[in-house]
């Protein structure tokens, strides 16, 4: 294809990694484990309020939101649960564009999250006063962004999507002769641009922990487990994807492990969403795809440190005291619920 990509006028992001987490996210046992969880779902029931937590979560997190009839999944899902559930508070464990996405599609709903500290390097890495004065700079492009963004950005965009969803709408605006910004995951944004051959001017941040995929590690890998199918999520170097048997969302990945006939994964994505594939294909084998090798700095070791942030001490903090509660301006919030709306409305269709 013809495909065309560009080079923004400003250099690769840099985010703060110091905002990461530092020491241990206090973790309890035994019996005193076993309290703490009865009481968060005792305080779920009592606060009318239902869990919704992301793949990539602490396994324990997963578990209690599934036992309590709340949800795990992507954040395409999350907000379309939290958007039907009845329950009066969402309590969101991610990270915080994602509760501040259940804010723009529920502001009567009160949304919770066990921190708020809980950054994305994606979102980190594009600052809203910057992208707003890029768009403006390029005022004739559609302007995408991904789910990983302020409610800022959002509400400066066009069309918001998640990597589940973004092929699909890529596609569509490429049908129409439609040119585009597209923000900020420069690697699934070149996967994308790729795979449709759109005109898209790629914002040049990166997720830390799917930038650290290597794929000489991974080569080596590969050769060790011949029979392993390889999944990648497309927030992963280009040079990683093109290892892939499979590449897509989460979801797309976890399901890959149930339908595939292999019985050995070598997955390239945040490791803990081992818990749900485990759910999916037990008894088959899941092995993480190396963070380490020429210039890796395992800033992640394959786990988010922001998603790592949720706990279970965290969460009982904020369902017995209600700190934590996300607000989004409402001119934003109207804003950047038309260009989410939009995606949703697209996936129903
Ligand atoms: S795994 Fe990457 S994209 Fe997901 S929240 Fe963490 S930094 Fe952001």
């Known amino acids: 294809m013809g495909a065309k990509v560009d080079i923004p006028f400003f250099p690769v992001v840099n985010f703060p990694v110091t905002a990461q987490v530092e020491g241990c996210v206090p973790h309890y046992l035994g019996e005193r484990r076993e309290?703490?969880?009865?009481?968060?779902?005792?305080?779920?029931?009592?606060?009318?309020?239902?869990?919704?937590?992301?793949?990539?979560?602490?396994?324990?997190?997963?578990?209690?939101?599934?036992?309590?009839?709340?949800?795990?999944?992507?954040?395409?899902?999350?907000?379309?649960?939290g958007n039907t559930h009845p329950a009066s508070t969402l309590v969101v464990a991610g990270v915080r564009f994602m509760g501040e996405t259940a804010k723009i599609l529920n502001p009567e709903k009160r949304v919770l999250m066990p921190t708020l500290e809980a950054e994305c390097s994606l979102d980190l890495g594009c600052p809203a006063e910057d992208f707003v004065c890029f768009c403006d700079i390029h005022s004739d492009r559609t302007v995408v962004v991904y789910a990983n963004t302020s409610a800022e950005v959002k509400a400066r965009a066009d069309w918001v999507v998640t990597s589940g969803i973004a092929l699909k709408v890529v596609r569509y605006l490429h049908d129409r002769g439609e040119k585009m910004i597209w923000a900020p995951d420069r690697h699934l944004g070149r996967y994308v641009q790729k795979m449709t051959g759109a005109d898209m001017l790629l914002w040049q941040a990166e997720c830390v922990v799917h930038g650290e995929f290597r794929v000489r590690a991974l080569e080596r890998l590969v050769g060790q487990h011949p029979q392993a199918a390889v999944l990648v999520h497309p927030e992963s170097p280009e040079s990683v994807i093109a290892l892939a048997d499979v590449v897509g969302s989460t979801t797309r990945l976890i399901n890959a492990t149930r339908e595939l006939p292999n019985k050995e994964?070598?997955?390239?994505?945040?490791?803990?969403?081992?818990?749900?594939?485990?759910?999916?294909?037990?008894?088959?084998?899941?092995?993480?795809?190396?963070?380490?090798?020429?210039?890796?700095?395992?800033?992640?070791?394959?786990?988010?440190?922001?998603?790592?942030?949720n706990g279970l001490h965290n969460l009982l903090h904020v369902l017995e005291t209600g700190d934590n509660e996300v607000y989004v301006k409402e001119s934003v919030r109207v804003e950047a619920l038309r260009s989410t709306q939009k995606m949703l409305d697209f996936a129903r269709q």
């Open 35 to 81: 309290f703490v969880r009865e009481q968060v779902k005792r305080q779920l029931i009592e606060q009318d309020a239902v869990l919704v937590a992301h793949y990539y979560t602490d396994s324990e997190l997963q578990e209690i939101a599934e036992e309590t009839g709340g949800f795990v999944s992507d954040s395409l899902d999350m907000a379309r649960f």
């Open 265 to 309: 994964f070598i997955v390239a994505t945040d490791n803990g969403i081992f818990y749900k594939m485990r759910q999916a294909a037990p008894g088959k084998k899941l092995i993480e795809a190396p963070t380490f090798g020429e210039g890796a700095t395992c800033q992640s070791c394959a786990h988010c440190p922001w998603m790592a942030m």
